[in-house]
């Protein structure tokens, strides 16, 4: 995996074994999984290559598909009826909207910043809005059904994830739809469903731009594999428990985490660490 793997085979194990960890535990909690994966290259000086990266996103997402069950045999077997076909629809229209803005960043050659002060501002940012958020709801009637406004501002809310590390794509859109009034458990699940087709979407364009250009030759597979089915496992497990968990609790605990990790950053940046 070019850079991943020019160390030995004993240190290559270590990272991918901790990078799966870390990916499956933050892909869908709303804290960053890519600003914790930059944060984790750094600690451990050993750069993941963005194919590497991207394919263990893919399996961590592929992961939790079984926790939908309820809502994919309604696509499956209740796609006549109209509720399924505005949900699917307003899905749809998000993953577009954030599918369309990403190329349009592709095309325009935008990379993510690779550097670790941008990541804290964003953890802070995001754990300070989701602390003032979760006190303004407090006690304000939650809609359990998906508007267009909703589908929208969740799109974009993807996007801006998508320009800034450390935002968290599930962290933006479930803020954003906390906003518009719905439940914690409704957004969880609606940002959640369009996550899955945008990241599996760019994780396959990504893995065919590679391999067309002759871009994987260096790429140790067998880490890949390893490294995903250990983000696709924890995944599971985490998603499994948060989404029980945001049906009786507020998202207060997130943003606390999300300060915390933002100060040790800042700490780690001040000490001359990263």
């Given at each position: 995996m070019g850079r991943l793997f020019s160390g030995g085979m004993s240190d290559t194990l270590?990272?991918?074994?901790?990078?799966?960890?870390?990916e499956g535990i933050?892909?869908?909690?709303?804290?960053?999984?890519?600003?914790?994966?930059?944060?984790?290259?750094?600690?451990?000086?050993?750069?993941?290559?963005?194919?590497?990266?991207?394919?263990?996103?893919?399996?961590?997402?592929?992961?939790?598909?079984p926790l939908?069950?309820?809502?994919?045999?309604?696509?499956?077997?209740?796609?006549?009826?109209?509720?399924?076909?505005?949900?699917?629809?307003?899905?749809?229209?998000?993953?577009?909207?954030?599918?369309i803005g990403g190329l349009i960043l592709k095309k325009a050659g935008w990379k993510l910043p690779e550097e670790a002060l941008p990541v804290a501002w964003a953890l802070l940012i995001g754990g300070v809005a989701f602390i003032g958020i979760e006190a303004w709801i407090k006690g304000r009637p939650r809609a359990m059904e998906v508007t267009w406004q909703?589908?929208?501002?969740?799109?974009?809310?993807?996007?801006?994830?998508?320009?800034?590390?450390g935002?968290?794509?599930s962290g933006a859109s479930i803020l954003a739809a906390l906003i518009l009034g719905m439940g914690r458990a409704e957004a969880t699940e609606f940002s959640f469903l369009v996550g899955i087709p945008t990241m599996l979407a760019a994780g396959g364009y990504e893995i065919f731009h590679k391999m067309h250009h002759g871009g994987t030759p260096d790429e140790g597979w067998r880490m890949v594999l390893l490294g995903t089915v250990i983000s696709a496992a924890v995944s599971f497990v985490v998603v499994k428990w948060l989404l029980g968990y945001v049906r009786t609790h507020t998202f207060t605990i997130f943003g606390w985490y999300r300060i915390l990790a933002a100060a040790l950053i800042f700490g780690l940046l001040f000490a001359g660490v990263f």
């Amino acid at each position: 995996m070019g850079r991943l793997f020019s160390g030995g085979m004993s240190d290559t194990l270590a990272v991918t074994v901790i990078a799966g960890i870390v990916e499956g535990i933050t892909e869908f909690l709303p804290v960053s999984s890519t600003g914790h994966l930059l944060v984790t290259e750094k600690l451990l000086h050993r750069p993941l290559s963005e194919l590497f990266n991207i394919v263990i996103q893919s399996g961590a997402v592929l992961a939790v598909l079984p926790l939908f069950r309820g809502r994919l045999e309604q696509f499956a077997f209740q796609w006549r009826e109209r509720a399924t076909q505005l949900y699917a629809a307003k899905l749809a229209l998000a993953f577009i909207i954030t599918g369309i803005g990403g190329l349009i960043l592709k095309k325009a050659g935008w990379k993510l910043p690779e550097e670790a002060l941008p990541v804290a501002w964003a953890l802070l940012i995001g754990g300070v809005a989701f602390i003032g958020i979760e006190a303004w709801i407090k006690g304000r009637p939650r809609a359990m059904e998906v508007t267009w406004q909703v589908a929208v501002a969740v799109g974009l809310a993807q996007l801006l994830a998508a320009i800034f590390p450390g935002t968290s794509r599930s962290g933006a859109s479930i803020l954003a739809a906390l906003i518009l009034g719905m439940g914690r458990a409704e957004a969880t699940e609606f940002s959640f469903l369009v996550g899955i087709p945008t990241m599996l979407a760019a994780g396959g364009y990504e893995i065919f731009h590679k391999m067309h250009h002759g871009g994987t030759p260096d790429e140790g597979w067998r880490m890949v594999l390893l490294g995903t089915v250990i983000s696709a496992a924890v995944s599971f497990v985490v998603v499994k428990w948060l989404l029980g968990y945001v049906r009786t609790h507020t998202f207060t605990i997130f943003g606390w985490y999300r300060i915390l990790a933002a100060a040790l950053i800042f700490g780690l940046l001040f000490a001359g660490v990263f």
